[in-house]
Protein backbone atom coordinates (compact mmCIF):
# COMPACT_ATOMS: atom_id res chain seq x y z
CA UNK A 1 0.00 0.00 0.00
CA UNK A 2 2.87 2.29 1.02
CA UNK A 3 4.93 2.12 -2.28
CA UNK A 4 1.71 2.12 -4.88
CA UNK A 5 0.22 5.50 -2.78
CA UNK A 6 3.33 7.31 -3.38
CA UNK A 7 3.76 6.93 -6.77
CA UNK A 8 2.31 9.36 -8.89
CA UNK A 9 -0.65 8.92 -11.48
CA UNK A 10 1.39 9.01 -14.56
CA UNK A 11 3.83 6.13 -13.08
CA UNK A 12 1.15 3.73 -12.04
CA UNK A 13 -1.31 4.06 -15.08
CA UNK A 14 0.40 5.37 -18.23
CA UNK A 15 -0.83 7.94 -19.94
CA UNK A 16 -2.67 7.76 -23.70
CA UNK A 17 -1.06 10.71 -25.22
CA UNK A 18 2.90 11.07 -26.38
CA UNK A 19 4.76 12.14 -22.80
CA UNK A 20 6.51 15.48 -23.73
CA UNK A 21 10.18 16.02 -22.73
CA UNK A 22 10.00 16.24 -18.97
CA UNK A 23 12.36 19.62 -17.76
CA UNK A 24 15.25 19.09 -16.33
CA UNK A 25 15.93 21.07 -13.08
CA UNK A 26 19.11 22.44 -12.29
CA UNK A 27 20.05 20.44 -9.76
CA UNK A 28 19.69 17.25 -11.85
CA UNK A 29 22.96 16.25 -13.69
CA UNK A 30 21.21 16.75 -17.14
CA UNK A 31 19.82 19.99 -16.06
CA UNK A 32 23.31 21.49 -14.99
CA UNK A 33 24.80 19.71 -17.92
CA UNK A 34 22.21 21.41 -20.19
CA UNK A 35 22.40 24.56 -18.95
CA UNK A 36 25.93 25.27 -19.04
CA UNK A 37 25.71 24.20 -22.24
CA UNK A 38 22.96 26.85 -23.20
CA UNK A 39 24.90 29.44 -21.86
CA UNK A 40 27.83 28.32 -23.17
CA UNK A 41 30.11 27.67 -20.15
CA UNK A 42 30.76 24.18 -20.61
CA UNK A 43 34.10 23.76 -20.28
CA UNK A 44 35.88 21.14 -18.73
CA UNK A 45 36.63 22.97 -15.57
CA UNK A 46 32.92 23.87 -15.11
CA UNK A 47 32.00 20.05 -16.51
CA UNK A 48 34.55 18.49 -13.79
CA UNK A 49 33.18 21.24 -10.86
CA UNK A 50 29.12 19.75 -12.19
CA UNK A 51 30.31 16.12 -12.27
CA UNK A 52 31.91 16.67 -8.80
CA UNK A 53 29.26 18.09 -6.94
CA UNK A 54 26.12 15.27 -8.31
CA UNK A 55 29.09 12.69 -7.32
CA UNK A 56 29.33 14.01 -3.80
CA UNK A 57 25.54 14.14 -3.18
CA UNK A 58 25.34 11.23 -4.79
CA UNK A 59 27.74 9.14 -2.75
CA UNK A 60 26.36 11.01 0.71
CA UNK A 61 22.94 9.80 -0.19
CA UNK A 62 24.30 6.35 -0.69
CA UNK A 63 26.36 6.63 2.14
CA UNK A 64 23.65 7.49 4.44
CA UNK A 65 21.46 4.49 3.37
CA UNK A 66 24.00 2.58 3.88
CA UNK A 67 24.62 3.41 7.19
CA UNK A 68 20.92 3.11 8.38
CA UNK A 69 20.94 -0.30 7.12
CA UNK A 70 24.39 -0.83 8.58
CA UNK A 71 22.68 0.23 11.94
CA UNK A 72 20.28 -2.33 11.91
CA UNK A 73 22.15 -5.09 11.11
CA UNK A 74 24.67 -4.36 14.24
CA UNK A 75 21.15 -3.71 16.65
CA UNK A 76 20.17 -7.40 15.31
CA UNK A 77 23.86 -8.94 15.51
CA UNK A 78 23.83 -7.43 19.09
CA UNK A 79 20.47 -8.94 19.92
CA UNK A 80 21.35 -12.38 18.41
CA UNK A 81 24.82 -12.31 20.19
CA UNK A 82 23.72 -13.43 23.78
CA UNK A 83 21.19 -15.93 23.37
CA UNK A 84 19.02 -17.10 25.98
CA UNK A 85 20.57 -20.08 27.28
CA UNK A 86 21.79 -18.77 30.56
CA UNK A 87 19.78 -18.50 34.13
CA UNK A 88 16.73 -20.27 32.50
CA UNK A 89 14.84 -20.40 35.84
CA UNK A 90 13.45 -24.08 36.62
CA UNK A 91 11.25 -24.91 39.70
CA UNK A 92 11.89 -28.39 41.58
CA UNK A 93 8.99 -30.00 43.58
CA UNK A 94 9.61 -32.58 45.66
CA UNK A 95 7.18 -34.79 46.87
CA UNK A 96 9.22 -37.67 46.77
CA UNK A 97 8.89 -39.61 50.21
CA UNK A 98 12.06 -41.90 49.71
CA UNK A 99 12.67 -45.82 50.86
CA UNK A 100 14.54 -47.40 53.82
CA UNK A 101 17.26 -49.64 53.02
CA UNK A 102 18.99 -51.24 55.97
CA UNK A 103 19.59 -48.59 58.11
CA UNK A 104 19.40 -45.66 56.40
CA UNK A 105 16.37 -44.21 54.84
CA UNK A 106 17.27 -42.82 50.84
CA UNK A 107 15.66 -40.17 49.25
CA UNK A 108 16.41 -40.16 45.80
CA UNK A 109 14.72 -37.07 45.26
CA UNK A 110 16.34 -34.95 48.06
CA UNK A 111 19.85 -35.80 45.65
CA UNK A 112 18.70 -34.80 42.66
CA UNK A 113 17.24 -31.51 43.77
CA UNK A 114 20.57 -30.90 45.46
CA UNK A 115 22.45 -31.95 42.69
CA UNK A 116 20.30 -30.11 40.24
CA UNK A 117 20.46 -26.90 41.76
CA UNK A 118 24.65 -27.27 42.21
CA UNK A 119 24.86 -27.87 38.55
CA UNK A 120 27.25 -25.85 36.73
CA UNK A 121 28.76 -25.92 33.47
CA UNK A 122 32.00 -24.13 33.20
CA UNK A 123 31.20 -22.47 36.29
CA UNK A 124 28.28 -20.41 35.12
CA UNK A 125 24.65 -21.87 36.59
CA UNK A 126 23.19 -22.15 32.46
CA UNK A 127 19.92 -23.88 34.29
CA UNK A 128 19.25 -21.80 36.98
CA UNK A 129 17.48 -24.47 38.72
CA UNK A 130 15.42 -23.52 42.58
CA UNK A 131 13.63 -25.87 45.18
CA UNK A 132 9.48 -24.90 46.01
CA UNK A 133 9.06 -23.89 49.05
CA UNK A 134 6.02 -25.73 49.93
CA UNK A 135 6.22 -28.76 47.72
CA UNK A 136 3.32 -30.68 49.80
CA UNK A 137 0.97 -27.85 48.68
CA UNK A 138 1.13 -28.15 45.20
CA UNK A 139 -1.37 -30.31 43.34
CA UNK A 140 -0.15 -31.85 39.63
CA UNK A 141 -1.06 -29.20 37.59
CA UNK A 142 1.00 -26.54 39.73
CA UNK A 143 3.82 -26.76 37.07
CA UNK A 144 1.64 -26.08 34.02
CA UNK A 145 0.18 -23.05 35.55
CA UNK A 146 3.37 -21.66 36.39
CA UNK A 147 4.65 -21.89 33.25
CA UNK A 148 1.84 -20.99 31.14
CA UNK A 149 1.59 -17.83 33.05
CA UNK A 150 5.56 -17.42 32.48
CA UNK A 151 6.84 -17.21 36.07
CA UNK A 152 9.43 -19.84 35.55
CA UNK A 153 10.55 -21.08 32.24
CA UNK A 154 10.36 -24.80 33.66
CA UNK A 155 8.73 -26.96 36.40
CA UNK A 156 10.36 -30.07 37.18
CA UNK A 157 7.38 -32.19 39.66
CA UNK A 158 9.52 -35.15 41.62
CA UNK A 159 6.18 -37.37 42.69
CA UNK A 160 5.98 -39.74 46.21
CA UNK A 161 7.14 -42.60 44.84
CA UNK A 162 10.31 -41.87 42.64
CA UNK A 163 12.91 -43.12 44.77
CA UNK A 164 10.76 -46.52 44.98
CA UNK A 165 10.15 -46.74 41.49
CA UNK A 166 13.18 -46.26 40.25
CA UNK A 167 14.75 -48.53 42.70
CA UNK A 168 12.39 -51.44 42.30
CA UNK A 169 13.38 -50.90 38.11
CA UNK A 170 17.15 -51.21 38.72
CA UNK A 171 16.84 -54.58 41.34
CA UNK A 172 14.53 -55.93 39.11
CA UNK A 173 16.97 -55.74 35.93
CA UNK A 174 14.63 -53.86 33.89
CA UNK A 175 17.30 -51.76 32.28
CA UNK A 176 14.83 -48.77 31.85
CA UNK A 177 11.68 -47.79 33.81
CA UNK A 178 9.06 -45.27 33.31
CA UNK A 179 10.23 -42.01 34.45
CA UNK A 180 7.93 -40.45 36.98
CA UNK A 181 9.27 -37.34 36.50
CA UNK A 182 7.07 -34.50 35.12
CA UNK A 183 8.71 -31.68 33.36
CA UNK A 184 6.45 -28.83 32.13
CA UNK A 185 8.52 -25.95 30.14
CA UNK A 186 7.74 -22.82 28.46
CA UNK A 187 9.34 -22.66 24.54
CA UNK A 188 8.56 -19.07 24.43
CA UNK A 189 12.32 -17.71 24.33
CA UNK A 190 13.88 -20.30 21.93
CA UNK A 191 12.67 -23.57 20.26
CA UNK A 192 16.39 -25.18 19.97
CA UNK A 193 17.35 -23.90 23.67
CA UNK A 194 13.88 -25.42 24.74
CA UNK A 195 14.59 -28.62 23.33
CA UNK A 196 18.26 -28.56 23.96
CA UNK A 197 17.41 -27.95 27.84
CA UNK A 198 15.13 -30.61 28.52
CA UNK A 199 17.38 -33.05 26.73
CA UNK A 200 19.80 -31.98 29.34
CA UNK A 201 17.46 -31.91 31.95
CA UNK A 202 16.27 -35.70 31.16
CA UNK A 203 19.92 -37.13 30.99
CA UNK A 204 20.73 -34.97 33.87
CA UNK A 205 18.09 -36.36 36.01
CA UNK A 206 18.72 -40.31 34.17
CA UNK A 207 22.49 -40.28 35.26
CA UNK A 208 22.10 -38.92 38.65
CA UNK A 209 19.32 -41.36 39.58
CA UNK A 210 21.48 -44.21 38.18
CA UNK A 211 24.74 -43.50 39.93
CA UNK A 212 22.47 -42.43 43.22
CA UNK A 213 20.66 -46.23 42.90
CA UNK A 214 23.93 -47.83 42.09
CA UNK A 215 25.40 -46.57 44.98
CA UNK A 216 22.84 -47.32 47.21
CA UNK A 217 22.54 -50.57 46.55
CA UNK A 218 25.80 -51.63 46.75
CA UNK A 219 26.96 -49.42 49.44
CA UNK A 220 24.16 -48.29 51.36
CA UNK A 221 26.09 -47.32 54.99
CA UNK A 222 28.36 -44.71 52.60
CA UNK A 223 26.80 -41.55 52.43
CA UNK A 224 26.59 -39.61 49.36
CA UNK A 225 27.96 -36.55 48.05
CA UNK A 226 25.88 -33.80 45.76
CA UNK A 227 28.94 -32.86 43.93
CA UNK A 228 30.32 -36.88 43.45
CA UNK A 229 27.21 -37.66 42.34
CA UNK A 230 26.92 -34.64 40.03
CA UNK A 231 30.21 -35.77 38.53
CA UNK A 232 29.55 -39.14 38.00
CA UNK A 233 26.76 -38.28 36.07
CA UNK A 234 28.41 -35.97 34.06
CA UNK A 235 30.48 -38.94 33.09
CA UNK A 236 27.58 -41.24 32.23
CA UNK A 237 27.76 -41.88 28.42
CA UNK A 238 24.23 -40.73 27.09
CA UNK A 239 24.32 -37.61 29.51
CA UNK A 240 27.68 -36.65 27.62
CA UNK A 241 26.18 -37.14 24.59
CA UNK A 242 23.55 -34.80 25.05
CA UNK A 243 25.47 -32.36 27.11
CA UNK A 244 28.09 -32.19 24.01
CA UNK A 245 25.26 -31.49 21.46
CA UNK A 246 23.84 -28.54 23.87
CA UNK A 247 26.58 -25.91 22.19
CA UNK A 248 26.31 -27.34 18.74
CA UNK A 249 22.38 -27.41 18.65
CA UNK A 250 22.65 -23.67 20.14
CA UNK A 251 26.04 -22.84 17.85
CA UNK A 252 24.11 -24.13 14.69
CA UNK A 253 20.52 -22.25 15.17
CA UNK A 254 22.80 -19.20 15.74
CA UNK A 255 24.53 -20.21 12.36
CA UNK A 256 21.17 -20.90 10.29
CA UNK A 257 19.87 -17.66 11.80
CA UNK A 258 22.83 -15.54 10.96
CA UNK A 259 22.67 -17.33 7.37
CA UNK A 260 18.69 -15.76 6.73
CA UNK A 261 19.60 -12.54 7.82
CA UNK A 262 22.24 -12.46 6.08
CA UNK A 263 20.75 -13.48 2.89
CA UNK A 264 17.39 -10.79 3.49
CA UNK A 265 19.95 -8.33 3.76
CA UNK A 266 21.89 -8.91 0.21
CA UNK A 267 18.24 -9.06 -1.27
CA UNK A 268 16.96 -6.21 0.12
CA UNK A 269 20.46 -3.88 -0.64
CA UNK A 270 20.26 -5.84 -4.37
CA UNK A 271 16.60 -4.41 -5.07
CA UNK A 272 17.74 -1.45 -3.79
CA UNK A 273 20.59 -0.84 -6.01
CA UNK A 274 18.32 -2.14 -8.80
CA UNK A 275 15.99 0.37 -7.98
CA UNK A 276 18.71 3.50 -7.80
CA UNK A 277 20.28 2.39 -11.24
CA UNK A 278 17.18 2.14 -13.34
CA UNK A 279 16.31 5.98 -11.83
CA UNK A 280 19.40 7.60 -12.13
CA UNK A 281 20.90 9.72 -14.42
CA UNK A 282 23.94 8.34 -14.60
CA UNK A 283 22.27 4.73 -16.09
CA UNK A 284 19.60 6.42 -18.23
CA UNK A 285 17.39 8.49 -19.40
CA UNK A 286 15.14 8.60 -16.34
CA UNK A 287 15.48 11.39 -13.67
CA UNK A 288 15.94 11.32 -9.99
CA UNK A 289 14.63 13.68 -8.02
CA UNK A 290 15.11 14.05 -4.15
CA UNK A 291 11.57 12.84 -3.71
CA UNK A 292 12.80 9.67 -3.91
CA UNK A 293 15.16 9.62 -1.20
CA UNK A 294 12.29 10.98 1.14
CA UNK A 295 9.88 8.14 0.05
CA UNK A 296 12.27 5.51 0.43
CA UNK A 297 13.21 7.03 4.47
CA UNK A 298 9.86 7.04 4.55
CA UNK A 299 9.27 3.55 3.78
CA UNK A 300 12.20 2.58 5.98
CA UNK A 301 11.15 4.47 8.43
CA UNK A 302 7.32 2.93 7.53
CA UNK A 303 8.59 -0.84 8.13
CA UNK A 304 11.11 0.02 10.81
CA UNK A 305 7.82 1.27 13.57
CA UNK A 306 5.26 -1.25 11.93
CA UNK A 307 7.51 -4.15 13.15
CA UNK A 308 7.59 -2.26 16.43
CA UNK A 309 4.37 -1.73 16.57
CA UNK A 310 3.38 -5.38 15.89
CA UNK A 311 6.25 -6.42 18.61
CA UNK A 312 5.05 -4.17 21.39
CA UNK A 313 1.61 -5.39 20.85
CA UNK A 314 2.74 -9.15 20.69
CA UNK A 315 4.72 -8.33 24.43
CA UNK A 316 1.65 -6.65 25.66
CA UNK A 317 -0.10 -10.20 25.41
CA UNK A 318 3.09 -12.52 25.97
CA UNK A 319 4.55 -11.49 29.35
CA UNK A 320 8.12 -9.75 27.89
CA UNK A 321 9.88 -11.97 29.69
CA UNK A 322 8.88 -14.53 27.70
CA UNK A 323 11.15 -12.76 24.67
CA UNK A 324 14.49 -11.96 27.05
CA UNK A 325 17.19 -11.08 24.55
CA UNK A 326 14.65 -12.38 21.78
CA UNK A 327 13.08 -9.67 21.24
CA UNK A 328 15.37 -7.22 19.32
CA UNK A 329 16.26 -10.61 16.96
CA UNK A 330 12.31 -10.96 16.17
CA UNK A 331 12.26 -6.99 15.92
CA UNK A 332 14.71 -7.04 13.53
CA UNK A 333 13.62 -10.48 11.77
CA UNK A 334 10.12 -8.63 11.27
CA UNK A 335 12.02 -5.16 10.23
CA UNK A 336 13.72 -7.09 7.26
CA UNK A 337 11.01 -9.07 6.02
CA UNK A 338 8.66 -5.69 5.86
CA UNK A 339 11.28 -3.86 4.27
CA UNK A 340 12.47 -6.51 1.53
CA UNK A 341 8.78 -7.24 0.69
CA UNK A 342 8.01 -3.36 0.83
CA UNK A 343 10.95 -2.45 -1.49
CA UNK A 344 10.49 -5.58 -4.00
CA UNK A 345 6.44 -4.04 -4.61
CA UNK A 346 7.80 -0.80 -5.00
CA UNK A 347 10.48 -1.64 -7.60
CA UNK A 348 7.81 -4.07 -9.83
CA UNK A 349 4.89 -1.16 -9.73
CA UNK A 350 7.81 1.56 -10.77
CA UNK A 351 8.54 -1.11 -13.57
CA UNK A 352 5.27 -2.74 -14.74
CA UNK A 353 3.23 0.33 -13.79
CA UNK A 354 -0.12 -0.86 -13.22
CA UNK A 355 0.56 -4.66 -13.95
CA UNK A 356 2.53 -4.53 -10.77
CA UNK A 357 -0.95 -4.54 -8.45
CA UNK A 358 -1.38 -7.92 -9.73
CA UNK A 359 1.82 -9.09 -7.40
CA UNK A 360 0.45 -7.03 -4.04
CA UNK A 361 -1.87 -10.22 -3.11
CA UNK A 362 0.74 -12.93 -3.28
CA UNK A 363 3.42 -10.43 -1.98
CA UNK A 364 1.35 -9.37 1.23
CA UNK A 365 0.75 -13.07 1.66
CA UNK A 366 4.31 -13.84 2.10
CA UNK A 367 4.58 -10.84 4.11
CA UNK A 368 2.32 -11.47 6.65
CA UNK A 369 2.28 -15.21 6.90
CA UNK A 370 6.27 -14.90 7.32
CA UNK A 371 5.78 -12.00 9.93
CA UNK A 372 3.15 -14.38 11.82
CA UNK A 373 5.87 -17.29 11.84
CA UNK A 374 6.96 -15.78 15.15
CA UNK A 375 3.27 -15.48 16.76
CA UNK A 376 2.78 -19.62 16.20
CA UNK A 377 2.29 -21.85 18.90
CA UNK A 378 5.16 -23.06 19.58
CA UNK A 379 6.91 -19.91 20.33
CA UNK A 380 4.41 -17.92 21.78
CA UNK A 381 1.55 -19.55 23.40
CA UNK A 382 0.46 -17.08 25.14
CA UNK A 383 -0.33 -14.21 22.37
CA UNK A 384 -2.03 -16.60 20.25
CA UNK A 385 -3.81 -18.41 22.78
CA UNK A 386 -5.15 -15.34 23.86
CA UNK A 387 -5.26 -13.36 21.12
CA UNK A 388 -5.55 -15.77 18.03
CA UNK A 389 -8.27 -17.94 19.41
CA UNK A 390 -11.12 -15.27 19.44
CA UNK A 391 -10.61 -14.14 16.25
CA UNK A 392 -13.11 -16.15 13.85
CA UNK A 393 -10.24 -16.20 11.09
CA UNK A 394 -8.41 -18.85 13.36
CA UNK A 395 -11.67 -20.76 13.80
CA UNK A 396 -11.89 -20.87 9.96
CA UNK A 397 -8.70 -22.01 9.27
CA UNK A 398 -9.43 -25.14 11.66
CA UNK A 399 -12.14 -25.85 9.99
CA UNK A 400 -10.48 -25.47 6.89
CA UNK A 401 -7.82 -27.53 8.40
CA UNK A 402 -10.01 -30.66 9.26
CA UNK A 403 -11.63 -30.68 5.64
CA UNK A 404 -8.65 -31.02 4.35
CA UNK A 405 -5.74 -33.20 5.71
CA UNK A 406 -8.54 -34.05 8.50
CA UNK A 407 -6.96 -33.03 11.49
CA UNK A 408 -5.64 -29.60 13.28
CA UNK A 409 -2.35 -30.18 14.29
CA UNK A 410 -0.50 -29.02 11.23
CA UNK A 411 0.71 -26.23 9.59
CA UNK A 412 0.12 -27.18 6.24
CA UNK A 413 -3.38 -26.78 6.84
CA UNK A 414 -2.94 -23.01 8.66
CA UNK A 415 -0.74 -22.14 6.19
CA UNK A 416 -3.36 -22.79 3.15
CA UNK A 417 -6.13 -21.15 5.10
CA UNK A 418 -3.88 -17.59 5.06
CA UNK A 419 -3.05 -18.09 2.01
CA UNK A 420 -5.94 -18.82 0.35
CA UNK A 421 -7.79 -16.16 2.64
CA UNK A 422 -5.49 -13.22 2.21
CA UNK A 423 -5.27 -13.96 -1.34
CA UNK A 424 -9.09 -13.59 -1.94
CA UNK A 425 -9.40 -10.77 0.66
CA UNK A 426 -6.74 -8.98 -0.91
CA UNK A 427 -7.64 -9.35 -4.76
CA UNK A 428 -11.19 -7.62 -4.21
CA UNK A 429 -9.15 -4.62 -2.10
CA UNK A 430 -6.69 -4.51 -5.13
CA UNK A 431 -9.27 -4.20 -7.61
CA UNK A 432 -11.52 -1.61 -5.91
CA UNK A 433 -8.28 0.31 -5.24
CA UNK A 434 -7.41 -0.13 -9.45
CA UNK A 435 -10.62 0.95 -10.01
CA UNK A 436 -10.58 3.99 -7.79
CA UNK A 437 -7.39 4.95 -9.43
CA UNK A 438 -7.90 4.23 -13.51
CA UNK A 439 -11.17 6.48 -12.62
CA UNK A 440 -9.27 9.49 -10.92
CA UNK A 441 -6.88 8.99 -13.66
CA UNK A 442 -9.07 9.18 -16.63
CA UNK A 443 -11.26 11.69 -15.64
CA UNK A 444 -8.03 14.10 -14.67
CA UNK A 445 -6.85 13.38 -18.40
CA UNK A 446 -10.01 13.08 -20.33
CA UNK A 447 -9.83 16.58 -21.48
CA UNK A 448 -6.46 16.84 -22.71
CA UNK A 449 -6.98 13.28 -24.40
CA UNK A 450 -9.60 14.23 -25.93
CA UNK A 451 -8.28 17.12 -27.25
CA UNK A 452 -4.92 15.45 -28.73
CA UNK A 453 -6.88 13.04 -30.12
CA UNK A 454 -8.81 15.42 -32.26
CA UNK A 455 -6.20 17.19 -32.95
CA UNK A 456 -4.44 14.17 -34.51
CA UNK A 457 -7.44 13.11 -36.70
CA UNK A 458 -7.81 16.97 -37.78
CA UNK A 459 -3.91 16.75 -39.17
CA UNK A 460 -4.42 13.44 -40.19
CA UNK A 461 -7.80 13.44 -42.20
CA UNK A 462 -8.05 17.13 -43.00
CA UNK A 463 -10.99 17.71 -45.11
CA UNK A 464 -12.74 15.17 -46.28
CA UNK A 465 -12.77 13.32 -42.79
CA UNK A 466 -15.39 15.81 -40.83
CA UNK A 467 -15.89 13.54 -38.34
CA UNK A 468 -12.84 11.92 -37.14
CA UNK A 469 -12.76 13.98 -34.41
CA UNK A 470 -15.47 12.22 -32.73
CA UNK A 471 -14.18 8.75 -33.68
CA UNK A 472 -11.10 9.43 -32.44
CA UNK A 473 -11.74 10.75 -29.02
CA UNK A 474 -11.13 9.07 -25.78
Known amino acids: FFGFFLQSPSSVVPSQKPTPQRKMGKKSLAGELQAAQDEGKLDPENRDKVLKNVALRFFAAMFIILA ?8 YFGAMWDPQTKNLEIRIINKDRGVVIGINTFNLGEIVEDSLIDFRVDGERVLDFFADLYPDD ?29 L ?8 EYDNPIRYDFNQGRQKTTADAARNIVAGLIGGISKTVAIRAVENPAIPLNCSDVTAAALIDPIYLEIFVSFPVAVNGYNFITYMGINIMWTVAASLLNITMSVTHPLFGQFSIHRVHTIRFFCMVTCCFFQSLFFMCIVAAYANLDDFAHNFGECWMYLFFVLLTFQTLLVFLIRMLGIAGLLLLSPLLVLQITTSNAIVHTDMLPAFYGTLGRGLPFYHAIEGLRFMVIGQTDSRIGENLGVLTAYCVGFFGINQLMWRFRVHKFIKANQHEAVVDAGTSAALAYPSEHGKGFAGASF
Open 168 to 175: FALLSDRG
Open 138 to 166: RDEDYGEERVRENYEWGVLTIPENYTQTY
Open 68 to 75: VFMIVLAT
